[in-house]
T-cell receptor, first 119, second 115 residues
Framework: AQTVTQSQPEMSVQEAETVTLSCTYD???????LFWYKQPPSRQMILVIR??????QNATENRFSVNFQKAAKSFSLKISDSQLGDAAMYFC????????????????FGAGTRLAVHP | DTAVSQTPKYLVTQMGNDKSIKCEQN?????MYWYKQDSKKFLKIMFS???????INETVPNRFSPKSPDKAHLNLHINSLELGDSAVYFC??????????????FGSGTRLTVV
C-alpha cells in the first residue's frame, strides 16, 4: 500500500532563512504525482508545488522548490527567504491512480509538519 | 469567485442528529471528493465522484451518504451523528483524473463539532 511519511512534526526557521521539510513515500508504481500543500490557520488547503514522477527536473515555484529523489522515494520541500506568512502546516501528498478503474485517483497525505517562522 | 465553496463553515450539533454539508465547484471539474481531517490534522479521503458517479468509498460508515445531483455539486449527509464524527470535512475537485491536468482544488472546510 502507498504511504507518505513526514518525519518532522514541527520545524522552525528565522525570517529570511531557508528551511527544508522532509517527505518520503512508498510505492511500487513508476508514474505518479507528488504535491506539497500548505494549511495556514485559516484552514484553507493551498497547493504550493507539484512534481510529476517522470520528470527528472525538480519543480520550483518562486521561493519554493523541491528535491525529488525518485530512487530514494524522497520529496523534500525547500522554502527560501522564509516569510512570516509561510507559517502553517505543510502536507506532502501522493496521487495514486487506479489506472485500470477508468483512471480515477485519490491523494494520500502525510501527517504534516507544522512550520513556525520567527522574526 | 470562490472555486470550491462549502457550507456551512462551522456546524455544532448534538449526538444522534442528522446533518448535511453542501459543496459546489464552479471550475468545470469532472471529479469531486470528500476528505476528513481529524483532530491530529490527518487528512484521509472518504469519497470521490466522477460525473455524478461514485468512484471511491473508503470504508466509511454507511451513516455517511454522499449525493451528487450534478457534476458541480457533491453534498455529504450524515445520519445519527456520533462524537467521533467531529472533524473538519473538506470538499475538493480535480479536472481530468487520468490526464495531465491533475491539480486538486480544496474548499475551505467545514468544522463539525458533535456534542
Amino acid at each position: 500500500a502507498q504511504t507518505v511519511t513526514q518525519s518532522q512534526p514541527e520545524m522552525s526557521v528565522q525570517e529570511a532563512e531557508t528551511v527544508t521539510l522532509s517527505c518520503t513515500y512508498d510505492t511500487s508504481e513508476s508514474d505518479y504525482y507528488l504535491f506539497w500543500y500548505k494549511q495556514p490557520p485559516s484552514r484553507q488547503m493551498i497547493l504550493v508545488i507539484r512534481q510529476e514522477a517522470y520528470k527528472q527536473q525538480n519543480a520550483t515555484e518562486n521561493r519554493f522548490s523541491v528535491n525529488f529523489q525518485k530512487a530514494a522515494k524522497s520529496f523534500s520541500l525547500k522554502i527560501s527567504d522564509s516569510q512570516l506568512g509561510d507559517a502553517a502546516m505543510y502536507f506532502c501528498a501522493y496521487r495514486i491512480s487506479y489506472m485500470f478503474s477508468g483512471g480515477y485517483n485519490k491523494l494520500i497525505f502525510g501527517a504534516g509538519t507544522r512550520l513556525a517562522v520567527h522574526p | 469567485d470562490t472555486a470550491v465553496s462549502q457550507t456551512p463553515k462551522y456546524l455544532v450539533t448534538q449526538m444522534g442528529n442528522d446533518k448535511s454539508i453542501k459543496c459546489e465547484q464552479n471550475l468545470g471539474h469532472d471529479t469531486m471528493y470528500w476528505y476528513k481531517q481529524d483532530s491530529k490534522k490527518f487528512l484521509k479521503i472518504m469519497f470521490s465522484y466522477n460525473n455524478k458517479e461514485l468512484i471511491i468509498n473508503e470504508t466509511v460508515p454507511n451513516r455517511f451518504s454522499p449525493k451528487s445531483p450534478d457534476k458541480a455539486h457533491l453534498n455529504l449527509h450524515i445520519n445519527s451523528l456520533e462524537l467521533g464524527d467531529s472533524a473538519v470535512y473538506f470538499c475538493a475537485s480535480s479536472q481530468d483524473p487520468s490526464g495531465e491536468n491533475y491539480g486538486y482544488t480544496f474548499g475551505s472546510g467545514t468544522r463539525l463539532t458533535v456534542v
